[in-house]
């Protein structure tokens, strides 16, 4: 009997260990992402000219469709606008046009004339499926133009500009 229970309390002592073990693999509270520096903002920070004559025009695409949840869109004389503040919550979805997405495709850069700052790394850890979310961004304040490029496991790629504001 004194057996049984030097087994048993070895086998509740070790469900106790894999319980706390698998505690420790659940995700851990990111630190919060900063999508670039003060001095890379400067330099990709678009003056009120370079806001005005970058309004990109949305061409249909065979690639896949991607679809921005959060921050909102919003038409303007310019063109589509993001407007939002920091920190933000970002929500993008690929959708599947002819053939389903390969997100290992992806990209996403800011871009201002010769100075380009690639994002893709910064958003990788935070792709799920086809999605993309983050809550919490911050970005330094100002116009900005991202560049999000994505392709379908055939080889047809999309790529879109977004104006994106950053408010108080």
């Given amino acids: 009997m004194r057996l049984y229970?030097?087994?048993?309390a070895?086998?509740?002592f070790g469900m106790s260990l894999c319980e706390a073990n698998l505690s420790l693999a659940q995700p851990m509270n990111r630190k919060k992402l900063v999508l670039f520096t003060a001095a890379e903002a400067e330099q990709l920070r678009l003056s009120q000219d370079e806001w005005q004559k970058n309004s990109q025009m949305r061409a249909l695409s065979v690639g896949p469709r991607i679809v921005i949840q959060r921050p909102?869109?919003?038409n303007t004389e310019v063109g589509p606008v993001?407007?939002?503040s920091s920190p933000t919550n970002l929500s993008v979805l690929f959708e599947e046009n002819r053939a389903p997405v390969n997100m290992a495709s992806f990209q996403v850069r800011a871009r201002k004339g010769i100075f380009t700052k690639s994002l893709t790394a910064l958003l990788q850890p935070y792709i799920s499926g086809s999605n993309l979310d983050v809550e919490g961004v911050e970005i330094p304040e100002g116009r900005f133009h991202i560049e999000i490029e994505?392709?379908?496991?055939?080889?047809m790629k999309t790529i879109e500009v977004y104006s994106l504001e950053v408010g108080k």
């Fill in 5 to 8: 229970h030097i087994a048993l």
């Fill in 10 to 12: 070895t086998l509740l």
């Fill in 72 to 74: 909102e869109i919003k």
């Fill in 82 to 84: 993001i407007f939002t």
């Fill in 150 to 155: 994505i392709a379908d496991v055939d080889g």
